[in-house]
């Protein structure tokens, strides 16, 4: 079966620090991957999203994240966290086996609390 | 103007009502879910609907009766509810032809208790 593990559950930086949030998926197939993030009483966000081509994804507000496909890896990264990047971070893949169906094997979550 | 709109925002009750939770979407989407966010903060997908039609059902209990009076809405029905239902449960819709691009509604937490 498919799934999506995140390795870190609750991290804590200080500001200005450099950010790396580890997913690792199984499954052999064409993957498309995400990165979602759920501010505190919002809704998840689109950070950004792998479909095709350049393994080196940018997505909003200075996030990038890199697709390995050897490592089935799609950690994501920011150089220099602010407090307000303090949320909930959710990694997720789309397998396209799935038919686009929309189904979504998400990661079970990082914390990321920013000190100011 | 909220893209996915869900309500009530928090719903607590006790075990054994029946319970439901709307969802709406103005993206003009065609397809609709729900998922599951349980105490350990997996999500998981439940239903799919696409322009009524149930295209997605993951083994959810017979007692979650989604329902999908149009294409803007799906709500989802919860009978008899038991403590394990306790949980967050997001709306999200998603354009016909590309459905990878899911937009989230800000969820729904369920306590039963």
């Known amino acids: 079966a498919q799934s999506v593990s995140q390795h870190n559950h609750h991290v804590i930086l200080s500001e200005a620090a450099s950010l790396e949030l580890g997913c690792n998926y199984s499954?052999?197939?064409?993957?498309?991957l995400f990165w979602y993030v759920q501010y505190p009483g919002q809704h998840l966000q689109l950070l950004l999203k792998y479909f095709s081509g350049d393994p080196l994804v940018k997505g909003i507000k200075g996030f990038e994240a890199e697709f390995i496909k050897s490592k089935f890896s799609f950690n994501l990264r920011k150089p220099s966290v602010q407090w307000s990047d303090t949320a909930e971070y959710f990694c997720?893949?789309?397998?396209?086996?799935?038919?686009?169906?929309?189904?979504?094997?998400f990661g079970q979550g990082t914390t990321l609390q920013v000190k100011p | 103007d909220t893209a996915v709109s869900q309500t009530p925002k928090y719903l607590v009750t006790q075990m054994g009502n029946d319970k439901s939770i709307k969802c709406e979407q103005n993206l003009g989407h065609d397809t609709m879910y729900w998922y599951k966010q349980d105490s350990k903060k997996f999500l998981k997908i439940m239903f799919s609907y696409n322009n009524k039609e149930l295209i997605i059902n993951e083994t959810v209990p017979n007692r979650f009766s989604p329902k999908s009076p149009d294409k803007a809405h799906l709500n989802l029905h919860i009978n008899s509810l038991e403590l394990g239902d306790s949980a967050v449960y997001f709306c999200?819709?998603?354009?016909?032809?590309?459905?990878?691009?899911?937009?989230f509604g800000s969820g729904t937490q369920l306590s039963v208790l």
């Open positions: 499954y052999g197939g064409t993957v498309n």
């Open positions: 999200a819709s998603s354009p016909y032809r590309d459905r990878r691009q899911l937009f």
């Open positions: 997720a893949v789309n397998a396209e086996g799935s038919g686009n169906t929309g189904k979504l094997i």
